[in-house]
């Protein structure tokens, strides 16, 4: 008995087995299945082909490389400075045209400063003091320029004073110019040269236009009809960010310029063009916020005749310009073509499922489709009866209609 079993179960592997189709003659199910049909069909030809491009493979490992020169020149006539000619190494950090660089506009100078002992800046609130005891030696001013020697000194018939410090003497101005120093430099020009490759497709290219011309990148700029000319005005960039040049200058700020390739290398290669966008990152809205703005400081160093070191000290405000670069290349490849099919497919197999459950499930006549659909057979039951005799094939039915009983509706 047990052989024969397993003989059985043997053979049965190498049977083969359908389904069972049933056609239910219901217009509402019938029209709701190609309407899900259809709806699957142009989600998959309309989005997944056409929009996302399902039929390509993608290359998203894109390498970029930035190089950004800057060109102009600003006079300013201050008291501190006097009459000063600034040009592209005075205020242009850093030098070497990197894809993050910066462009002084405003400053405050304070000249001749050497390590001596001095009084604290009023407005530095650890230095505040009313007697020698509020400035412990050594302690380092909170926020401040330097270091306590232990005094409190203050002015004639005044209670309150400042605590003196050991720094670089005297302490940085406070004061800011009402106007930008270097508000000329909304007409600097700079270069900003990309090269990008995508790897897998072993595809490069630049945004500079292909020409023997020397004279071309010194007359051009950058405009919607000129794409590969890569010279833009400060002017413009910060405007196209939706700035104001002048206010910007006064406190400084961040601007971001994004180049964005996307390109379809099933097409030539003259059809994969940069696309440059501009943005403002710092938080322009908070204009009174005490974060709003960009500055830092620098110093420049000499030494006298007597040999004592001196350094003026620049409290630089200007426009960062953050140079960012993406993007993805896309060419057909055969693989996620049929993956994408499949995909399709399989979406349509779930869409007769969800028919299904509205036939059998969700519709008044429910109970008569679940009963010809599925056919419960019980092996005990049929011991001993033998099989009814089997038509002739071509008498066979070749499908199994079901008609909807005159009642039976949605």
């Not at 969700?362 to 038509?391: A, C």
């Amino acid at each position: 008995m047990g052989q024969v079993a397993w003989k059985g179960l043997f053979l049965s592997l190498f049977d083969y087995k359908t389904e069972k189709y049933v056609i239910a003659k219901n217009k509402k199910v019938g029209i709701l299945y190609r309407v899900v049909q259809l709806s699957i069909l142009a989600y998959l030809v309309g989005w997944v082909f056409v929009v996302k491009k399902g039929y390509q493979d993608t290359d998203t490992s894109l390498q970029s490389s930035v190089i950004t020169k800057l060109k102009g020149v600003a006079f300013t006539n201050t008291s501190e400075l006097g009459e000063r000619l600034w040009d592209v190494a005075d205020y242009v950090i850093p030098p070497q045209g990197e894809n993050v660089f910066f462009v002084m506009t405003n400053l405050i100078v304070t000249p001749n400063q050497r390590q001596a002992t001095c009084p604290e800046s009023v407005s530095i609130p650890d230095a505040l003091c009313y007697k020698d005891g509020d400035c412990l030696a050594g302690q380092a001013v909170v926020a401040g320029n330097g270091v306590k020697t232990g005094r409190c000194l203050k002015e004639r018939d005044s209670i309150r004073g400042t605590c003196e410090i050991l720094a670089w003497c005297p302490v940085e101005k406070r004061s800011k110019p009402k106007k930008p120093l270097l508000a000329s430099a909304e007409n600097f020009t700079v270069y900003i040269k990309n090269s990008i490759r995508f790897p897998k497709f072993k595809f490069s290219k630049m945004n500079v236009l292909a020409t023997d011309n020397e004279s071309y990148l010194k007359s051009c700029r950058y405009s919607t009809e000129h794409p590969y000319c890569p010279i833009f005005l400060l002017g413009n960039i910060v405007r196209w960010a939706g700035s104001d040049f002048h206010e910007m200058a006064l406190e400084g700020g961040v601007i971001g310029i994004q180049i964005e390739w996307n390109c379809d290398l099933d097409k030539a290669p003259s059809e994969c063009n940069p696309h440059y966008s501009f943005s403002r990152l710092d938080n322009k809205f908070a204009e009174k916020s005490i974060s709003s703005g960009y500055n830092f400081r620098f110093a420049k160093y000499y030494r006298d005749a007597e040999g004592v070191d001196y350094r003026t000290l620049f409290k630089a405000y200007g426009i960062r310009f953050d140079v960012m670069v993406n993007g993805k290349a896309g060419k057909f490849n055969i693989i996620p073509t049929v993956i994408n099919i499949g995909s399709g497919l399989a979406l349509m197999g779930a869409g007769a499922f969800f028919c299904d459950l509205v036939l059998l499930y969700l519709i008044k006549k429910s109970n008569f489709y679940r009963g010809k659909k599925y056919e419960e057979v019980n092996p005990e039951e049929d011991v001993g009866e033998e099989p009814p005799d089997e038509p002739p094939r071509e008498q066979r039915p070749s499908r199994l209609e079901v008609l909807v009983p005159p009642a039976a509706g949605f």
